[in-house]
Each structure stands twice: as C-alpha cells, then as structure tokens.
C-alpha cells in the first residue's frame, strides 16, 4: 500500500533536499538523526508523521527514500546501501 506524501511535507522535503545535495548545507540544520544499523544513512523528520532517507556519500547527500513514521519504525533499514 502505498501513502500519497501531503503537500506541506512534499515542500519540505524539496527544500532538504536542495539544502543537503545541491547547496551542501549541514545536516545538522535539519534535526538530522544517524542510525545507528547503517551510519551513512541519515533520518530527516519531515513532520510529525513522515521521515526522509539519505545516504552521505563522498560527494555530499544523495535522497534515497520518503516514508511513513508507521513504515520507518518498521522496515529493514540495513538494506538502504549506495
């Protein structure tokens, strides 16, 4: 089943991911949480009920994946790899 992402949180989202991958800003403005399955991937909180993914690679971030707090709570993580 798949969970339209709502307008605000699309907005958000987009303004992350200008931030982190073309302007290169910490992400450490964003709340930004490391996990600890997979230090390279970093938790972004879109809002209360939505979380976005990135991979750090050497060249800065890279948008993996947006999901629910409910699916994000629950997925394998471990298996987000470059």
């Known amino acids: 089943m798949t969970t339209s992402l709502p307008p605000s949180q699309a907005r958000r989202l987009a303004r992350v991911r200008h931030a982190l991958e073309i302007e290169r800003r910490p992400p450490g403005e964003f709340q930004v949480r490391r996990l600890q399955v997979n230090r390279e991937l970093v938790s972004v909180p879109l809002g ?28 394998n993580l471990a298996v987000y790899q470059l």
Do not use: I, P, S
């Open 48 to 75: 209360r009920r939505w979380r976005a993914l990135f991979v750090q690679t050497e060249f800065g971030y890279k948008f993996r994946d947006c999901l629910t707090h409910e699916r994000y709570n629950k997925v």
